[in-house]
């Protein structure tokens, strides 16, 4: 691999591979590295060691430590993905994290919710501190105050009403 790749401005079209990526205003369709770091730019797919966002934003990332603030990942997966005052489709991680932000799913050995919106939360261990909404939450253990939207009564609730009207409808 190349020792480091600064990258601004215009989007680069093809795998990129270097020790150290630096990103800055601009874009690379895939990229893989020892660390990555973006700032106020964009990559398709991304594999490394660690990856740091500020103001960017990642389709797929696999890594070690993922830290996003201020920005956004579709699909986030590694050994501690953070996110904070940002976006995430999902994240899987062994040590999540989710600060002031918004996620659609979050699932992990230990997740820790912040003052944040998520949809679905899944883990051994998760922690709910301040104000925060989740609408399922399905875990080993919670810390803090949670009120989940849909808890398991809920859901089986939810499931066999679904499946009454799906078998009334059936028969039309």
């Not at 919106?117 to 105050?145: D, K, Y």
Request: neutral net charge.
């Amino acid at each position: 691999m190349a020792p480091t790749t600064t990258t601004t401005g215009d989007d680069a079209t093809e795998t990129t591979r270097a020790d150290r990526i630096e990103l800055s205003q601009g874009g690379i369709r895939d990229a893989e590295a020892g660390s990555i770091s973006i700032t106020q730019g964009g990559i398709s797919t991304a594999t490394a060691e660690a990856i740091d966002i500020f103001q960017g934003g990642i389709g797929r990332a696999s890594a070690t430590d993922i830290a996003v603030s201020s920005g956004g990942v579709g699909v986030a997966r590694g050994d501690t993905v953070s996110l904070d005052r940002g976006f995430m489709g999902a994240a899987f991680g062994g040590e999540t994290r989710v600060v002031q932000s918004m996620a659609q799913f979050v699932g992990g050995r230990d997740a820790l919710i912040d003052q944040s919106l998520v949809m679905n939360v899944f883990g051994g261990r998760v922690t709910i501190r301040q104000p925060s909404a989740i609408a399922v939450l399905i875990a080993g253990r919670v810390e803090g105050s949670v009120r989940p939207i849909l808890d398991w009564r809920g859901a089986l609730a939810f499931g066999a009403a679904f499946a009454v009207v799906a078998r009334i409808l059936r028969r039309r």
